[in-house]
Nanobody, 124 residues
């Protein structure tokens, strides 16, 4: 079993930055693929970024490439998402997710473990 707890969300003006954190507990964090999803009101939950256990070739959605950076600290059992150059369209609840298998699939159904989410609101 894996428990995930997000933090770092908030209200920020367009052009600003935030850093989201996801603290993991339970089984071996270093062997998981972990990712960040987001869900805006009335929309589906979509994958923003994901990183495998080896941290090679992270996945980024086209909408956040060049603005967001995903990273992990296996020793601290923590996943991060640095959000730069934020735009109002980035407003959503951001969820941390984990899967035991490799790869970085984009379907939420491929991830077995989820955090409770953290709200990010970008004002224009």
């Amino acid at each position: 079993q894996v428990q995930l707890v997000e933090s770092g969300g908030g209200l920020v003006q367009a052009g600003g930055s935030l850093r989201l954190s996801c603290a993991a507990s339970g089984r071996s964090f270093s062997s998981y693929t972990v990712g960040w999803f987001r869900q805006a009101p009335g929309k589906e939950r979509v994958l923003v970024a994901a990183i495998s256990w080896s941290s090679n070739s992270p996945y980024y959605a086209d909408s956040v490439k060049g603005r967001f950076t995903i990273s992990r600290d296996n020793a601290e059992r923590t996943l991060y998402l640095q959000l730069n150059s934020l735009i109002p369209e980035d407003t959503a609840i951001y969820y941390c997710a984990a899967r035991l298998q490799g790869g970085t699939p984009s379907s939420p159904a491929s991830y077995a473990y989820w955090g409770q989410g953290t709200q990010v609101t970008v004002s224009s």
